[in-house]
């Protein structure tokens, strides 16, 4: 019985080898500052990953990073909005704020959070938001939840992107482009 649960998805990866487009996945060995190396032993930047400045093996942020648990214990919580703000939260946004010069800084726990809530804060009613047809779903979905129309244009063609605004400018509307 097992085993016939499972052909479905044998068959399915069959047909892809088939076709060409059945991929696998690389081995390579983390490196400090966002280098891989990769199994013919030659080294890259890894660009797909949110540590391409190599921050997480600095021995300052391993050592917040112990602090904090410390602290706090571990493991990923609900967001602020759910749980309210705590007091790190307040201190690390000042001291953001300080270290750039400005009187104040906002964060947010993920890049689906800052999407969701950023993008309606930045547009209105008025709003016409062009967005590349290709954008992440968490960009899409703070599109979404504006109250601004969506517009969307062909992945990187700017020719098309400059239509669609021809199309849509007018002296009432606030034109917002997003796009990766």
Not at 98 to 107: D, I, N, P, T
């Given at each position: 019985?097992?085993?016939d649960?499972?052909?479905?998805?044998q068959?399915?990866?069959?047909?892809?080898?088939r076709?060409g487009?059945?991929?696998?996945?690389t081995?390579?060995?983390?490196?400090p500052?966002g280098?891989v190396t990769m199994?013919d032993?030659?080294?890259?930047?890894?660009l797909?990953?949110?540590?391409?400045?190599g921050?997480s093996?600095?021995k300052d942020?391993?050592?917040?990073?112990n602090?904090?648990?410390d602290?706090y214990?571990?493991g990923?919580?609900?967001?602020?909005?759910?749980t309210g703000?705590?007091?790190?939260?307040?201190?690390l946004e000042?001291q953001?704020?300080?270290?750039?010069?400005k009187?104040?800084?906002?964060?947010?726990?993920?890049e689906?959070e800052?999407?969701?809530?950023?993008?309606?804060?930045?547009?209105?009613?008025r709003t016409?938001?062009f967005?590349?047809?290709k954008i992440?779903d968490?960009?899409?979905?703070?599109?979404?939840?504006?109250e601004?129309?969506?517009?969307r244009?062909?992945?990187n063609?700017?020719?098309?992107?400059?239509?669609?605004?021809?199309?849509?400018?007018?002296?009432?509307?606030?034109?917002?482009?997003?796009?990766?």
């Amino acid at each position: 019985m097992k085993t016939d649960r499972y052909r479905v998805y044998q068959l399915a990866l069959d047909q892809l080898e088939r076709q060409g487009k059945k991929t696998e996945t690389t081995e390579f060995t983390h490196q400090p500052k966002g280098r891989v190396t990769m199994p013919d032993g030659s080294e890259c930047v890894n660009l797909a990953t949110n540590d391409y400045l190599g921050l997480s093996a600095h021995k300052d942020v391993i050592k917040a990073a112990n602090e904090s648990t410390d602290n706090y214990g571990s493991g990923a919580r609900s967001s602020r909005l759910t749980t309210g703000t705590q007091n790190y939260h307040i201190e690390l946004e000042q001291q953001l704020a300080e270290w750039v010069g400005k009187e104040s800084a906002l964060l947010y726990g993920s890049e689906s959070e800052l999407y969701t809530f950023l993008i309606p804060l930045l547009t209105d009613k008025r709003t016409v938001i062009f967005a590349d047809n290709k954008i992440s779903d968490h960009l899409l979905q703070g599109c979404q939840n504006s109250e601004g129309s969506l517009e969307r244009y062909h992945h990187n063609e700017l020719k098309h992107l400059e239509i669609q605004l021809k199309k849509s400018s007018t002296g009432n509307s606030r034109l917002f482009i997003v796009t990766e």
